[in-house]
């Protein structure tokens, strides 16, 4: 199908909303949203009650500012540059994971927009800012300008004020348009960081080289191992990229990804703007999806036979490990609260896994990826290779719908993907695992690793039991009494 | 040498005004609501940490402005917002913030809010835009909005000033201030010790909202700042005639401590308070040798260590702490403060009496000071410093690795502190000076292995 929404020549990419149909609301079955979504009749709702939600201009910095050679400038209050400093700590923490033995420090600057300035434009002073960056972050390969609220409302014209940049200091000086309110589905701040990249930095190929694409997190190399035996090494995008690894990703000989949420825009560009395959299918979490990643990626490289190797060897070493947890968490309860690929490849792992998920609170929902190949929806692989799941609810982190819904389920485990969800699991009693690391529970081994700490979460209760005898709950009664869906307006449910 | 007012900012470390969410958050059993984009409440979590109070952000009600209410405006949204808000969520006391997109396109925020206050509903509206201005002053504003349209609505005139052994106490601002719960603590425990009732506000220590609301009871107000929160005992002093007494730094160790107790004793006599001063001098002496005690011990160490000790700092925080801690770290310790940097964005009309206090630490040397929020410019500063012996830097998480590139020791002890954790820890005070010294020198002799 051809691709809508993918157009380089635009400064802006349109957010998930617009381009491929994302809600971030839902309650229902996952077998009904999966059936839905692809007669194309799922409808957004509003909510008449909100909370804080994330924002597009953090996921935007998350693929900009761990850029091993880049300066990042957040065009705005110094508010909307507030917390990006974490990225700082991620880049450091993570480096040894990546092999970069020296993490520098990140540079990472405020236009600090003023009242003055909402009133007479910023557009002076993100032209000063861009100048001093360039000098004082010692010439990076790129400078990332991110908008924000402010300045969009205002109007700063962000797009020529950096071209102008450009042609004066020399080095590509990419706009993206991630403002905040723009997208409820906060991932729309990925789309736009790499429609920034696809645009100023990826340069058309000029020859097939020996490396795979890997659009990812942060996250341990996993993939170095996996690609060995097919002779590819992989190419990390974003983070730990250089701005001369991004320039070459078109050389790649095909793209792969470890969240589609992340990297569905930018497979999709690669693939349609710059002729690298993608691997389609969706991201390797547990054994059935495994095994037909690897196939499909043995397909695109043209090495059938060396997947059909791997994965023989894996069942070989793996099955019985895998088989020995199955049985240890035969009959838990789980519930999950993620973002929405990555949800889909814990229900996978889980139900591998032998456990029952009990429901899910999954950030929102693209209707279809970029690719719009049906091959690429692991919530359907999810319900065809395990079956249903009934209370499949699709909640952009309204912590209020998810306590509601906790308090209900009791789960036996509560498995969560995003800072500020666990607690909640400790605040009921409920063990709670969250683990950084997205690579982590991919393909065999990681159905093994991430089932003992499964184990050992289960075991270890003794801290939540605890805390739970004393735990703060901001929660009206009456909230628990309600429907969790009290305020969702219309639609969305079924 | 600083450069342009509000000009570009790296390393920021502070936040913008609707970082004052953390004011009412701090308060036990008080809500934020937030009118603005989706993103403003990450920004804090990420910044401060993910700590929060009784509701913390992924908590706090937002109404999480779209395209939509960019163009026709916000209010409806908000409206039905702040009624199933105090359905679903527990609380005291609501305050409503705004954000740059309702401050912008102008949504009227206060006339919302009042439809639910003329219901009985203990809600108020504070704009805290983030063009507007620091979270260091929009703290103030949140509290005057506070005591505006929540206290001094209940306020019964009576009863103004009606407590003479009472003060109210600004301090820490929560958050901001990482120690800001265990130093809350230590002020309100001296100053019980001195025979004072004190409405410290904020944190487990405060009796929340019902304290808030015997704020005008109060005989005279604490100021521990040299800049921010002054606009809040000024304007109780036009509110209840209440004076002030402002300590201009953060007061840590024996010195400082002994010195803040005393201002406050004096301004206890100015405004009749009634206190027993020979039961306040016990205190002062019993808390006083009991500290020499403890850096009568540690003065053979300090003495005696062979194998290197920090014999100068660079402090990068903000005023008040600069200046205590110079304060502290010259008499208390012997370690030189040289070049400092406060990165508090001070208003430039404060900057002389904070000049002035730190020069003040010392007759025999001059201190140089420099004010600059651009953070990561102090650093190139710094880099272009050198001195003889082992130094010290004092500052937030992103200095770690300027101390390392230096070979200098570090403290984390400003936000973002991604590498500390703050649960009781106060600088402030007797017991602070010494908490300071552990860390300062546990962090030191970490570095021998």
């Known amino acids: 199908m051809p691709a809508q929404g993918i157009n380089l020549e635009l400064a802006a990419v349109p957010v998930r909303e617009v381009r491929i149909n994302s809600v971030t609301s839902y309650q229902g079955s996952a077998a009904d949203l999966v059936h839905d979504a692809r007669q194309g009749c799922v409808k957004d709702s509003g909510r008449s009650f909100s909370q804080c939600l994330g924002c597009s201009t953090t996921k935007a910095a998350c693929m900009t500012v761990l850029i091993q050679d880049g300066a990042v400038i957040s065009h705005g209050p110094v508010g909307c540059s507030s917390c990006l400093s974490g990225y700082d700590f991620t880049y450091r923490v993570n480096a040894p994971l990546r092999g970069v033995k020296h993490p520098t420090t990140r540079h990472i600057y405020s236009t600090n927009l003023k009242e003055t300035d909402t009133v007479y434009g910023g557009g002076a002073k993100l032209a000063r800012t861009i100048r001093e960056a360039y000098e004082r972050s010692g010439h990076p390969h790129a400078i990332f300008v991110l908008t924000t609220c402010a300045a969009g409302i205002i109007g700063d014209d962000v797009e020529s004020i950096c071209s102008e940049a450009e042609e004066r200091i020399g080095v590509p000086v990419v706009a993206i348009f991630c403002e905040g309110f723009r997208s409820k589905v906060w991932t729309s701040g990925f789309d736009a960081a790499y429609h920034g990249i696809a645009r100023k930095l990826i340069k058309p190929a000029r020859e097939r080289r020996d490396f795979v694409n890997v659009i990812n997190f942060w996250g341990s190399d996993v993939f170095g191992k996996w690609l060995e035996p097919f002779g590819v090494k992989p190419n990390y995008i974003t983070p730990y990229s250089t701005v001369n690894t991004l320039e070459h990703a078109s050389e790649a000989r095909a793209t792969i990804q470890a969240c589609s949420s992340l990297g569905s825009y930018l497979g999709a560009v690669l693939e349609q703007d710059f002729g690298v395959p993608e691997v389609q299918t969706a991201p390797p979490y547990g054994i059935r999806q495994t095994e037909r990643w690897f196939e499909e990626l043995g397909r695109i490289l043209g090495q059938p036979d060396v997947a059909a190797r791997v994965v023989e060897e894996r069942r070989e070493r793996y099955l019985p490990q895998i088989e020995e947890l199955r049985h240890q968490l035969a009959g838990k309860r789980a519930y999950v609260a993620a973002g929405a690929s990555h949800g889909h490849a814990l229900i996978a792992v889980l139900r591998e896994l032998g456990l029952d998920v009990a429901g899910t609170f999954i950030f929102h929902h693209d209707v279809t990826y970029d690719n719009h190949n049906t091959e690429a929806d692991l919530l359907g692989h999810d319900v065809s290779d395990y079956g249903d799941i009934p209370h499949y609810n699709v909640c952009n982190k309204q912590e209020y719908e998810l306590v509601n819904m906790l308090s209900r389920l009791r789960p036996d485990v509560f498995i969560a993907r995003h800072g500020g969800m666990t607690l909640w699991g400790a605040r009921f009693g409920i063990p709670t695992l969250l683990i950084g690391d997205e690579h982590y529970m991919m393909g065999y081994e990681g159905l093994v690793r991430y089932g003992r700490r499964l184990v050992e979460t289960v075991e270890n209760d003794e801290f939540v039991e605890n805390l739970s005898q004393h735990a703060i709950n901001p929660y009206t009664k009456w909230w628990y009494e309600q429907p969790t869906d009290t305020f969702l307006k219309g639609g969305a449910s079924r | ?449």
Request: include cysteine.
């Open chain 2, 1 to 449: 040498m600083s450069k342009q007012e509000a000009g570009v900012i790296e390393q920021g470390r502070y936040t913008c005004a609707i970082g004052a969410l953390e004011t009412v958050a701090a308060i036990p059993h008080a809500m934020p609501i937030l009118h603005s984009g989706p993103g403003c409440g990450e920004m804090q979590q990420g910044f401060f940490g993910n700590v929060g109070g009784y509701a913390d952000v992924n908590t706090t009600p937002c109404t999480n402005f779209t395209e939509r209410e960019v163009v026709f405006g916000g209010v409806d949204r908000l409206r039905e917002n702040i009624a199933n808000a105090s359905k679903v969520l527990d609380s005291d006391l609501q305050v409503v913030l705004t954000g740059c997109t309702a401050g912008i396109v102008g949504d009227d925020v206060e006339s919302v809010v009042e439809e639910f206050r003329e219901q009985g509903q203990p809600i108020v509206s504070v704009e805290t835009p983030g063009f507007k201005s620091s979270n260091f002053e929009a703290h103030s504003v949140v509290v005057n909005a506070i005591i505006d349209q929540y206290v001094d609505a209940t306020a019964n005139d009576a009863t103004v000033r009606s407590e003479r052994a009472c003060v109210n106490l600004f301090a820490s601002i929560p958050m901001q201030d990482p120690l800001w719960k265990g130093n809350l603590r230590e002020y309100k425990r001296l100053l019980e010790g001195i025979g004072l009732k004190v409405h410290v506000l904020f944190g487990m220590e405060s009796a929340g909202v019902a304290e808030w609301r015997q704020i005008p009871q109060a005989n005279f107000n604490v100021l521990v700042s040299p800049w921010y929160g002054l606009p809040i005992v000024r304007h109780l002093e036009q509110l209840y005639g209440q004076p002030f007494v402002q300590f201009p730094h953060v007061p840590i160790g024996a010195n400082e401590a002994e010195a803040f107790l005393r201002s406050v004793l004096d301004a206890a006599q100015d405004n009749d308070a009634g206190l027993d001063l020979d039961a306040a001098e016990h205190f002062i002496t019993c808390e006083r040798a009991s500290y020499y005690e403890a850096l009568d011990t540690l003065a053979v160490f300090l003495l005696e260590f062979r194998y290197g000790l920090p014999v100068f700092a660079h402090i990068i925080h903000d005023a008040g702490y600069v200046v205590g801690m110079s304060r502290f770290l010259l008499h208390e310790t012997g370690i030189v403060p040289t070049e400092q940097f406060v990165v508090d964005g001070t208003p430039k009309r404060f900057q002389g009496a904070i000049r002035a206090d730190l020069a003040a630490t010392s007759d025999k040397r001059t201190i140089p000071l420099t004010f600059e929020p651009d953070a990561g410019h102090v650093q190139d500063l710094i880099r272009d410093i050198t001195h003889e012996g082992r130094g010290l830097v004092i500052g937030s998480g992103w200095d770690r690795e300027l101390a390392r590139e230096k070979g200098y020791d570090f403290l984390s002890a400003a936000v973002p502190s991604p590498y500390r954790l703050n649960l009781t820890t106060n600088y402030v005070g007797f017991t602070g000076g010494l908490r300071l010294i552990e860390d300062v020198y546990n962090g030191v002799l970490a570095t021998y292995r």
